[in-house]
């Protein structure tokens, strides 16, 4: 099957689902007007944090037009203190084909606000976050994408240093709050792209090494990006 056809499988199970409007692009650069056609120029966005996102550049453009929302919190305020947001722009950690949305979180902040809050949640699906089922989508993000994300992170956690899952009892543990959501809950709207392309962190131990070794690399741009801002951020220095 192709990375297209998988992607036209799953749009076509997400709308059964209840997800409207799903939208497949070839070149994921394409998903770029349609996100921002969807966000009203003074929405004000929530912070979740996705690679995928930042490999857009739809941050940068969001700041740029001048939607609020889009920088850390200030040092010391914390999130129950911050205003609500409209829109909450993120990826998720894998979609399986019948269309199901499936996301493990360390603080929970960005699967919560996917299930329920915000006024639009908007989702940008690369073709490397589709897998066959639920089964295959929580053994992939717990047993691979985690341990190397933590890696990735600098936490302190085993797998930060193994490259394989314990189901550790860390202080740092980044694998704390798994969702899936099955059809659209009432009362929220979501918006989907689906690329034709790799977007952020996902992948099968099976692919070529060439494949993953693009995904990880350019997975390693955006986390240092992240840490600089975090780091800005803490020292409360203006841009
Ligand atoms: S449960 Fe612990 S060891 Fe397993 S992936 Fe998560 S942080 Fe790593």
């Known amino acids: 099957m ?80 911050r205003e609500r947001r409209d829109v909450l722009l993120v990826s998720a950690n894998a979609l ?18 996917m299930a329920h809050g915000m006024r639009r949640v908007i989702l940008l699906i690369g073709a490397n976050k589709i897998v066959a089922d639920v089964d295959e989508a929580l053994d992939r993000v717990q047993h691979v994408i985690a341990p190397y994300h933590a890696k990735c992170l600098g936490v302190d956690t085993p797998c930060a240093r193994t490259g394989t899952c314990s189901d550790c009892s860390s202080r740092e543990r980044i694998c704390n709050v798994t969702t899936i959501i099955s059809r659209r809950p009432p009362g929220a709207q979501f918006s989907i792209v689906l690329a034709a392309e790799d977007l952020g962190l996902g992948w099968d131990p099976a692919w070529p090494a060439e494949r993953i070794e693009r995904i990880q690399a350019a997975y ?20």
């Open 96 to 113: 399986t084909l019948d269309g199901k949305i499936v996301n493990i979180d360390g603080m929970g902040n960005r699967v919560a606000a």
């Open 2 to 81: 192709t990375e297209r056809e998988k992607l036209e499988i799953a749009a076509a199970a997400l709308r059964h689902n209840g997800f409207d409007p799903v939208i497949c692009v070839e070149k994921a650069q394409s998903a770029v007007s349609v996100i921002l056609d969807w966000i009203e120029p003074d929405a004000s966005l929530e912070m979740a944090g996705s690679v995928s996102v930042g490999q857009l550049g739809l941050l940068d453009l969001l700041r740029a037009r001048g939607n609020p929302g889009l920088d850390f919190p200030a040092p010391g305020e914390d999130a129950g203190g």
């Open 220 to 239: 390693r741009v955006e986390i240092d990006k992240f840490r600089a801002a975090l780091a800005q951020a803490r020292k409360g220095a203006p841009d």
